[in-house]
């Protein structure tokens, strides 16, 4: 992936294949033409599943660049606190990516709690960008659904919903982006 990240500047953008950049990696500049998609969701500090990695799969021919948040690399010990660096830096990161992103995919997923994804979800419901499914089981799903529904944003039912809705909003960008 690190190979992939260095040559993102002398590929093409028509030519290159959908790419992942992982926190706390650096962001891409504007000069990678492809559509940008912020991977907010469910991770629970390892706990949820893996779904970032289904949606990198699900799009991998599809020409864009997927922002993730989850970490290989996450230590646990870390203290979610402004005095820890590690912490800093990926909170500044996700922040950054969030602003960069044209799409904000969110999953919150069964079972799960997401109380960053919710912040996230408060500070970009009126920027147009979201895509938002919880799952039957997400803890605070009336509250997703209501606050999607109040600020007119997509509310998909789960994952394959999402993915799809997701595959119609890029095919809409790249067409935008063409004209």
């Not at 940008?36 to 599943?49: K, P, T, V, W």
């Not at 979800?121 to 009336?142: I, Q």
Request: aromatic share 6%; net charge negative.
């Amino acid at each position: 992936m690190l190979l992939s990240l260095a040559l993102l500047g002398s590929v093409p953008a028509a030519h290159a294949a959908t790419d992942t950049v992982t926190s706390p990696h650096a962001l891409p500049g504007t000069e990678d033409g492809r559509i940008r998609i912020f991977l907010a969701g469910s991770i629970d500090m390892g706990r949820a599943e893996d779904w970032q990695a289904r949606v990198a799969e699900e799009l991998a021919t599809d020409n864009v660049l997927l922002f993730n948040p989850r970490r290989a690399d996450w230590n646990p010990a870390w203290q979610a606190d402004s005095s820890e660096p590690e912490f800093v830096r990926q909170v500044q990161w996700e922040l950054q990516a969030l602003e960069a992103a044209d799409i904000i995919l969110m999953y919150f997923a069964p079972g799960s709690q997401s109380p960053v994804t919710l912040l996230e979800m408060g500070l970009h419901a009126r920027s147009g960008k979201l895509l938002v499914a919880a799952a039957e089981g997400f803890w605070r799903k009336g509250n997703v659904d209501i606050t999607a529904d109040h600020y007119q944003v997509p509310r998909l039912q789960d994952i394959d919903a999402l993915i799809a809705a997701l595959r119609q909003r890029v095919q809409q960008l790249q067409q935008q982006r063409a004209e």
